[in-house]
């Protein structure tokens, strides 16, 4: 039967539809459906109620959904319940929302899945759909949860007993059958396009595959023993032939009309006969469960639909066989900080109640007690915890009084009452429409509203339909009412942060706005990128104890929880003891033999593997890990580890706080008569503190102001507490003084009298996953919660006392994590450049990556309170904290709750150790505990040592450590082999194995491995050996009870997966790209399927995606190919979301803000700006990394044999070199135009006029083959030279034949890399390229003839040389170097009157000054004459700077200032904004006014980051170095600066970390500073600037430094209006230790954002030249500076609207043209639309929106303050440019001014001024009319903008202009009046009749329904029913295209 389409015929789709069964009659009367089977009741304990609906669309109002269907299933009980036609498109915010009322409905233990059919990713309605909702103890149960990819059903595993369960599934069936005719939007359509997307070319009916697919889910669970139950609206009868097939399948049945007559059975479907609705059960399991079942009467459901609701009552004991608990809610707060009235009511009241107590005297009394006695006894002990539970229950009963106390808005009862009338007018409504009598459901809603139900009769459709819309119109007046009441109370708020804070409550609104914006942005973020958490509401547990592991020989014992690895020692033999080790997968279980001192396995052979089971009870959980964890922190007690022994006992006695505790910091304790071993005496040794240690005292007491520090910065969110004293009720406490007075002295007690709090004894274990959604026991970790308060004070003496002063003490510099400015990235940094080093100087290198197991849980609490006296803890501070832990009542927290039962140490039994992790001082405590090992580990292990090739810089060191991560290292020194190097690496890993024993720890040995370089000569090369060259070779390492442990070998281009990134010997990057590229997959796959804002999807890009996927790239070196793979991702999955066509220019997107792009995000680009900063801060650091870079890179220099820094001059290709950090880094700033200047590099140089470096002209030569050049720089390497000079003869004039026999090699003094003899054929290729480079003259000469140089060498330059010759020359003395090798003494020559010959005059231990080498004849008399004449001269400088910042003073009278003792100094900088100047002026005069020396210059650098900043740094730096350089350090010297930041970070003493290093100038500040420290007595103050402004006083007669600074502003501006824009780049700082140059410009400030400017400015600049068709003069003449200005406060989607139109991206005709798309205007349909006719279109509305908002932009910056002559000449010419007639064209002012602004404003073009592309031009003409600002009556500058400002607001008022006509554009192209939609519809008409008649061509068969219509009716359809029939078709076109594809690729079978 074809269905009626009304929508077909030409009127539009309703916005809600029925899908209707065939068998229902149009105008049937029928009857109210009554209740059928058991009635609904009140549900007992001890059921579970199960229930459906179809409910015909889900209810939504404003941001909730299903509001109305939530109560009821409050109301009527339901556990499970289904709804079916959601009607709703579940986007990812309609899931939230959904998610968000069910946990405030049901306390956050609602568990939910929802599903639609495939929809645009748009919200709104959406046919089909279904949900499922479990809530209260039910969802504990839930343990699995999905959903068809139809959106036909959803499902949930329930568990039961013993892994066995329900699978629950809510289905939906559509009513309409293949080849019936249907909408191109209801559900069936949907189904059918989405199973042709997903392959199926001829796709069943949907009908009967959502029966396939729940098949296949009710089939797995079956499998696993779980019971299907399936709620269904079949849309047809039980004995339908596919239903009654599928039923049969899986046993299922109606299990409502299965005990009962179904003959009378009412229908469940108010326009059908029959039951389409079922809850179908599997077997008797389910039927012996049922209690109640039934059928509710029509309305009685979960809202008024026209299905009635189905239901099922079930036992829980007879379903389930066990017990389930409710899940536990979110961690309650009484309140939240930003709900500021409530948290003044709590401080109110707590204040109240602590004055009503006397809490403040009775803490003061109990305190004076304590300290009169100086000591506590029981009774002190009893009074303190006393008076702690009552001021406990003091915060508890104030924070429970505001909770329980409504202050706020909430849900208004009206607002409720609202909603149930609109129900019960709808409800009345369906019961006219369907003829219907009223149901009881409906009559007790009526007599719940007191309402009168009219009689049936007297009520028509209209009238009823009338009453649900005024029902809507109350609603909303009510709505409106509650929001004036949740006004108000926000204003109330506000108005009481802003009395607290003293600012003003509109800008406290507008913040709390925009804080709750982000936080909601933030929140749905974290939703859709984080993997969903559960609570612990499971856990796996193993059914066998013993478990063999064939390859590894060991067995595995699992006790109580944990695994314990058992060794080897004979067949089938085990040892007895064993270390706790997580066993490897493919583990068998067998049966074992324990005796006294043996295990032996019975059946090796077996294969059976391991199983587990579900643990889900409660108390089974809560039984299960409590033995785990005590047996976990029992474990180094039970393995005897040395520290836990009888032996070291007396040392931890009264907590490691003892007598014997003092003797061993004090050095006195007497080593030898304890029984310890030498290990553990020496860590004793190191325990002793150092004399700058033993001044070291921390304050036991903790001030008030630390207090509030701490609650400050702390998370209120964080959770702690088992007191439920959260830390929101902590931080509102610490803002009042009395309180957190009073609290801060209260937690200090404990400690400073050495005794515990009970309170602070009760600690809660929460376990978290180590892997996600692994649950298994023994691999799962505890995380601690501790009071807060507790905390707090740790927090503070450890990271503000303890940890500072071993810092200062001189902890390892090998030992990262937990430290300041040592993170894990500066770690992986170091661990890539040794072993880059490594393979530059081609020697062994050996690593053991060990990880430590359990690390906090096996530290031990009383021998960390000796680290911490050692640093200045206090006994009783020390004592307190171990005894603390020590004494711990734990708690266990899962899904159900924290638990009743604790566990704790008990008499007798076991000790616990371990520092609970989640505790502050952890890091601290570690990191001082491993440094002591570290250094031991290296005074007494030879690990790696990196040298410069000179010889003055070295690096050595045993390993890195990050926390409990140690990479231990070793080399082989004496033979360079692999035997030598695993040798070595096993001595070092055993000790460090043996180090960590003696605190406890132990190695997680299954984690371990080892992994190296060792190399082998083959073909000149030296190349890594593969393991297959020492397989032989093993690495075992023992633990303290000798058992040994074969370690894993790695292969050397496998990656370590540590710090964050997966690091290679090889630095092979692949594995860590393809683990980057997985994760952008993975984010951009959840960014794909969900619906954002463009603000939104920008925040999720720049704030989620790029700082996960980027967080390595500071280390790594990805191609661009790479990185263009990750690029794609990223932008097919924003772009859309940004609202950006994926075919627009990279180059516009990726360009700065300044120059009109968004900046998107460049992968190339990030790479590149992480990785440059990450190096430069570390050399401006100026630690380990710093000279472990160094190295490297002097190394990579040697390497390259080039002569100038590699770094700095970086267009000289070095890629014959080891690829690595270096390499790229060079590569990187080349393109970039950029490069790095580090100082005191060691770099080779030149040895002569016109020498040259070999490789850099090999590199040269045109045609060499990559490989060629590599041969050549082999065989320089192996001849030790550098430059020609060092191959050439001494006369320099050829080159001797015996340089290229393959056994000279010259006599350097350098450390070269290891090189094996290069062969033959690269000996040819290299005295080839030479002959090329050099000798290219004489390319003929034979092997052993002398090669002439083309250029003969002239002059020696007074130069380093790393040769040594065999003698030397001044004018007056040769040094002749001794024939046998020894230390070099050299026999020293003396010319002998003016005769050319020299005679002995003894010896020398160092070359004389300025000498270079000669060749000499020896006489007959033992006399040598020189071959050579002395010719020396000084080596040029050939780096260009600017020295403007170094010229010569110009006054400089400096011996009267060197006569004075005291001197006075003023410096002050200026800047001009408009011309990017700067310049400063410094005066240095005794206080008497002698010796005025003064001195002005510019600064340089890049003149966009130019301020006044850096221009008064300048002049303090340079006043600073004039009076070094000139010995004035030593006096006694005030400087005054009238910059009062200048004047605070140089007075600063903060040692620099990578962090600050980030902030502006800090180059400068760093180099001052270093200069400072020479001076004896330098004093720099502020003092107030400009102060001739402010009054009249005449100059004389103001003090001597106000006079100086008035004249250091004048002669700076000065020097600022005299100075030119430098050309040459300035001169490093003096300090700075390296700077980076982009271009000629010197980089100070904002490194990332100049990086990004260098790498995408480029390309943009010839792009916009293009574009605005100008040469690039022309285009740097734009005012590009107030682009950026102006577009960095634009929101996202602003700023992507402006860039469009800027650059000729916005969807107007000419870009439709492109695409084949309609181009004529939608406005006046008279021709193509382009940008310009946006403003000429001849539509009235248009032309009348152009002059309002032209005459609208000239009101605004009158308002503005901008010149009458300027807004009025830019009004003219926006005016001229787009046709309008000037309104107002009277001024007369400056009209040859105004003339030039128009002139150099026609230059760009005519389009140029309303694309916003201004001239420089009108800024200068705003700089020559701007005036300084006056100042008010209080003396305060009146704010007023600058020109710059000025100009943003012109450019502000042109795109104020743009939008208001994109607006109106936009009105009209959707309207009615749209000339593009009248022809856009044609189009689509024409496209519809041509799929009709060539649907064979276009489509598949299968496909052919959709479009099977009458051409005329076709013609009638509606707009938008074509538009999404078009869609479909299309969809299905594509998909056909690609079939046809595949099948011709396909071969054929012959």
């Known amino acids: 039967m074809q269905l009626r389409l009304p929508w077909a015929r030409g009127a539009d789709n309703p916005t809600t539809r029925e899908e209707r069964n065939e068998e229902s009659i149009e105008n049937e009367n029928l009857r109210d459906i009554p209740e059928y089977g058991d009635k609904i009741g009140p549900k007992i304990d001890g059921l579970v109620r199960i229930g459906f609906q179809n409910i015909n669309g889900i209810t939504r109002s404003n941001e909730l959904v299903g509001m109305e269907e939530l109560e009821a299933i409050r109301e009527m009980q339901f556990d499970l319940t289904g709804m079916i036609e959601t009607n709703i498109n579940w986007t990812h915010d309609a899931r939230n929302y959904f998610h968000t009322a069910a946990g405030l409905r049901f306390n956050n233990t609602a568990r939910c899945v929802m599903v639609n059919t495939k929809g645009n990713g748009e919200e709104g309605y959406l046919p089909g759909g279904t949900a499922m909702i479990s809530q209260g103890k039910f969802s504990g149960r839930v343990i699995s949860r999905g959903m068809d990819t139809l959106g036909s059903f959803t499902w949930m595993a329930i568990r039961g007993k013993k892994d066995t369960g329900l699978i629950v599934v809510t289905a939906y069936r559509v009513c309409q059958k293949a080849g019936t005719r249907s909408g191109p939007d209801t559900a069936f359509t949907r189904m059918c396009v989405q199973m042709r997307e997903e392959g199926y070319k001829n796709p069943d009916d949907p009908r009967n595959q959502v029966l396939k697919n729940m098949s296949s889910i009710l089939e797995e669970w079956m499998g696993k023993g779980f019971h299907p139950l399936v709620m269904i609206d079949s ?97 309650h707060r009484e309140f939240k900080l930003y709900d500021s009235k409530r948290k003044t009511q709590f401080i109110e009241s707590l204040q109240e109640a602590y004055e009503r107590q006397r809490i403040a005297e009775r803490v003061d009394e109990i305190a004076s007690r304590m300290e009169e006695k100086n000591c506590v006894d029981d009774e002190d002990i009893e009074a303190y915890n ?48 369907n003829n219907i009598r009223y ?49 108000k109370w926000l204003d109330e708020i506000c108005r009481e942060i802003a009395r607290e804070t003293g600012g003003d409550a509109d800008k406290v609104y507008k913040r709390m706005i925009q804080c709750a914006l982000s936080k909601g942005v933030f929140k749905r973020l974290k939703s859709i990128l984080k993997r969903e958490w559960s609570a612990l509401d499971y856990i796996e547990v193993p059914n066998e104890i013993w478990y063999l592991d064939k390859k590894g020989d060991e067995l595995y014992e699992f006790d109580n929880g944990i695994f314990v690895a058992h060794s080897k020692f004979e067949e089938n033999l085990y040892e007895t003891y064993g270390t706790i080790k997580v066993p490897p997968k493919d583990v068998v279980v067998v049966e074992v033999e324990i005796s006294d001192d043996v295990i032996h396995v019975k059946n090796p052979e077996s294969i059976q593997q391991w199983t587990w089971t579900k643990v889900t009870k409660p108390d089974e959980m809560e039984e299960w890990l409590m033995r785990r964890n005590k047996r976990h922190l029992q474990q180094m007690y039970i393995e005897q580890s040395p520290p836990t022994t009888k032996e070291f006992e007396p040392i931890l006695v009264d907590h490691g706080t003892s007598s014997i505790t003092d003797e061993i910091l004090n050095g006195t304790v007497d080593l030898d008569s304890l029984d310890l071993s030498d290990e553990m005496k020496l860590l004793l040794q190191h325990l002793q503190r150092t004399p700058e240690e033993n001044e070291m005292h921390i304050p036991s007491r903790m001030p008030r102001e630390a207090f509030q520090e701490v609650m400050k910065i702390q998370n209120e969110n964080t959770s702690s507490s088992p007191s439920a004293l959260h830390y929101t009720l902590w931080k509102a406490i610490a803002e009042v003084d009395e309180l957190a007075e009073i609290h801060a002295l209260w937690v200090s007690i404990p400690f400073m009298y050495g005794f515990i709090c009970e309170r602070h004894k009760r600690e809660i274990d929460c376990m978290l996953e180590k892997k996600p959604g692994v649950r298994q026991i023994h691999i799962m970790r505890i995380i601690g919660l501790m009071e807060a308060c507790w905390n707090a004070y740790l927090k503070w003496a450890y990271n503000k006392h303890v940890m500072p002063n071993a810092e200062k003490s001189g902890l390892s510099s090998n030992q990262w994590g937990g430290r300041r400015g040592r993170g894990a990235i500066a770690c992986a940094m170091r661990k890539l450049m040794t072993w880059e080093y490594y393979r530059f100087v081609k020697e062994t290198i050996l690593a053991f990556p060990g990880d430590l197991q359990s690390n906090f849980d096996r530290m031990i609490p009383s021998f960390n309170s000796i680290i911490s006296m050692k640093y200045g803890m206090t006994r009783n501070a020390a004592r307190c904290r171990a005894a603390t832990v020590e004494a711990f009542e734990r708690s266990i927290r899962t899904a159900a709750g924290t638990s009743e039962r604790t566990y704790r140490h008990e008499d007798g039994e076991i000790k616990l150790g371990g520092e609970i992790q989640g505790k502050p001082d952890n890091m601290q405590l570690w990191a001082m505990e491993s440094s002591l090992l570290l250094k031991m580990h290296e005074d007494h292990c030879h690990g790696v040592e990196l040298k410069d090739p000179t010889g003055t810089m070295s690096s050595k060191r045993t390993g890195d450590a990050y926390v409990d991560d140690k990479d231990t290292l070793a080399s082989a020194p004496e033979t360079n082999t692999i035997e030598e190097g695993v040798e070595n690496i096993q001595t070092n890993a055993q000790f460090w194995a043996l180090l960590i024993t003696l605190v406890g720890q132990a190695f997680a040995f299954h984690k371990c491995f080892w992994q190296g370089l060792c190399w082998m000569a083959l073909g000149g090369y030296y190349v890594i050996k593969t393991r297959d060259k020492f397989e032989d070779l093993e690495v075992w390492i023992q633990d303290h009870r000798g058992k040994a442990t074969k370690i894993e070998y790695r292969h050397h281009d496998k990656p370590n997966d540590g710090l964050g990134l997966r690091l290679c010997p090889t630095a092979n990057q692949k594995p860590e790209y393809e683990k980057r590229l997985e994760q952008t997959k993975t984010l951009t796959s959840k960014i794909k399927g969900t619906s954002f804002k463009i603000g939104e999807a920008w925040t999720a890009l720049k704030v989620c995606v790029l700082p996960a996927v980027t967080y390595p790239f500071a280390l790594t070196r990805f191609t661009k190919r790479q990185l263009g793979r990750l690029n794609t991702l990223i932008e097919e999955a924003f772009l859309p979301k940004l609202g950006i066509n994926r075919k627009m220019s990279r180059k516009v997107l990726r360009a700065p803000i300044e120059l009109g792009g968004i900046a998107l995000p460049n992968m190339q680009t990030i790479q590149d700006q992480k990785g440059i900063v990450n190096v430069m801060r570390q050399l401006q650091l100026g630690k380990e990394i710093a000279t472990d870079f160094r190295i490297l890179l002097a190394q990579a220099q040697l390497d390259s044999g080039l002569v100038h820094p590699i770094l700095d001059k970086t267009d000289i290709d070095i890629s014959y070199i080891e690829p690595g950090m270096i390499v790229h880094l060079h590569d990187r700033l080349d393109t970039l135009d950029g490069s790095i200047v580090i100082e005191n590099q060691w770099c080779p140089q030149l040895q002569r006029i016109h020498d040259e470096s070999i490789m850099e002209k090999i590199s040269k030569l045109p045609g060499v083959r990559p490989r060629e050049v590599q041969h050549a720089n082999q065989c320089r390497k192996y001849m030790r030279v550098i430059t020609i000079a060092e191959l050439s003869s001494i006369c320099g004039r050829h080159i001797e034949p015996t340089r290229f026999n393959g056994r000279w090699r010259a006599n350097s003094r350098l450390r070269w890399p290891r090189q094996p003899a290069p062969t033959g054929p690269m000996w040819d290729t290299f005295r080839r390229l030479i002959k090329r480079a050099f000798c290219s003259r004489n390319m003929n000469r034979s092997k052993d003839q002398n090669i002439p140089l083309d250029k003969p060498l002239g002059s020696w330059y007074n130069a380093d040389r790393h040769l040594e010759y065999d003698a030397y020359r001044t004018q007056n003395i040769i040094c002749k ?171 600063s003493n903060h040692d620099f970390t990578a962090a600050s290093l980030e902030r502006a100038e800090s180059d400068i500040i760093q180099s001052t500073q270093k200069m400072m420290k020479d001076f004896k007595d330098l004093t720099i103050e502020w003092i107030k600037g400009h102060q001739d402004d402010d009054d009249e006083m005449n100059i004389e007669d103001r003090p001597l430094p106000v006079r100086l600074n008035i004249q250091c502003d004048l002669a700076a501006k000065e020097c600022l209006k005299n100075c030119m824009k430098p050309t040459k780049r300035a001169p490093p700082l003096e300090g700075a230790k390296a700077t980076l140059y982009l271009g000629t410009n010197m980089v100070t400030a904002e490194m990332s954002e100049q990086i990004h400017y260098a790498a995408e400015a480029p390309t943009m600049m010839k792009h916009i030249q293009d574009h605005l068709r100008r040469t690039s003069e022309t285009v740097q003449e734009i005012n590009w500076r ?66 309002d908002s032209i005459a609208a932009a000239k009101t605004k910056l009158v308002k503005q303050g901008i010149p009458s002559d300027i807004y009025n000449e830019f009004i003219e010419q926006i005016c001229l440019a787009t046709r309008v007639e000037h309104p107002d064209d009277t001024y007369t002012e400056n009209r040859n001014r105004m003339n030039k602004i128009r002139e150099q404003q026609s230059r760009l073009g005519e389009e140029a001024l309303l694309k916003g592309f201004l001239h420089i031009e009108w800024t200068k003409a705003l700089n020559e009319v701007w005036t300084p600002p006056d100042t008010d009556n209080d003396g305060k500058k009146i704010h007023k903008k600058d020109p710059l400002e000025q100009s943003v607001c012109l450019l502000r008022a042109l795109w104020d202009i743009f939008e208001a006509q994109w607006a109106c554009r936009n009105d009209i192209l959707h309207g009615k009046e749209s000339h593009v939609i009248e022809k856009d519809t044609e ?68």
């Open 439 to 487: 149901t009881q459901k409906l009559k007790s809603l009526a007599e719940e509203l007191e309402y009168d139900l009219p009689t049936q009769e007297n009520i028509t459709m209209k009238q009823a339909l009338t009453n649900v819309c005024e029902a809507w119109k109350e609603k909303r007046i009510i709505e409106k009412e509650d929001g004036e009441r949740r006004a």
């Open 1682 to 1747: 107030i682009i950026g200005r102006a577009k960095k406060r634009l929101k996202p989607h602003e700023s992507i609207r402006i860039m469009k139109m800027m650059y000729g991206w916005l969807n107007i005709g000419t870009q439709k043209q492109k695409m084949g798309q309609i181009e004529v205007c939608p406005c006046c349909g008279k021709e193509t639309e382009t940008h310009h006719h946006l403003y000429t279109c001849t539509n009235d509305t248009m032309k009348q929106t152009l002059n």
């Open 235 to 331: 849309n047809s009868d039980i004995n339908e032939a596919k239903l009654r097939e599928f039923n049969d399948l899986h046993g299922l049945s109606d299990l409502i009309t299965t005990s009962r007559d179904s003959t009378n059975a009412p229908p469940t479907y108010a326009r059908g006969k029959q039951r389409i609705d079922f809850i179908l059960g599997g077997d008797e399991h389910i039927e012996r469960a049922i209690v109640n079942s039934g059928s509710l009467g029509l309305h009685d459901g979960l809202k008024a639909s026209d299905h009635t609701m189905q239901f099922l009552d079930l036992d829980e004991k007879l379903l389930f066989r066990d017990d389930s608990f409710t899940p536990m809610p979110g961690y």
């Open 1377 to 1547: 170097r001794p024939q046998e090798e020894g230390p070099s003494i050299y026999e020293r020559y003396e010319m002998v009157g003016e005769a050319n010959y020299f005679t002995r005059q003894g010896d020398r231990y160092k070359l004389p000054y300025k000498s270079h080498p000669i060749s000499i004849t020896e006489g007959r008399e033992g006399h040598f004459h020189p071959d050579n004449q002395y010719d020396i001269v000084d080596l040029p400088n050939d780096t260009q700077y600017e020295t403007t910042e170094e010229e010569e003073t110009e006054i400089s009278p400096t011996e009267v200032l060197q006569e004075s003792e005291e001197l006075i100094a003023c410096s002050d900088g200026s800047y001009d904004p408009i011309e990017q100047k700067a310049a400063f002026n410094w005066r240095i005069v005794t206080p008497t006014e002698q010796g005025l020396t003064t001195s002005s210059a510019p600064v340089n650098t890049n003149p966009k980051y130019l301020n006044s900043y850096r221009a008064e740094f300048a002049g303090l730096r340079g006043v600073i170095r004039y009076m070094r350089k000139n010995n004035l350090h030593r006096k006694k010297i005030t400087l005054y600066c009238d910059g009062q930041s200048c004047v605070n970070a140089l007075n």
């Open 1883 to 1950: 189009r689509k008409t024409n496209r519809l009749l041509e799929f009709r008649t060539k649907k064979y061509e276009l489509l598949r068969r299968s496909d052919h329904w959709m479009i099977e219509y009458p051409a005329d009716d076709i013609i009638k359809w509606s707009r938008s029913f074509k538009i999404r029939t078009l869609q479909n078709l299309e969809k299905l076109k594509r998909i056909y295209d690609k079939e046809k594809q595949q099948e011709r690729r396909r071969p054929s079978p012959n």
């Open 386 to 433: 006393k008076l702690d539970e009552e001021i406990v229950e003091l915060i508890r009963s104030a924070a429970a009084k505001v909770g329980r106390v409504d202050f706020g808005y909430q849900r208004s009862p009206d607002l409720c009452i609202a909603g149930k009338r609109i129900r019960m007018h709808k409800s009345i409504m369906s019961c006219i429409r």
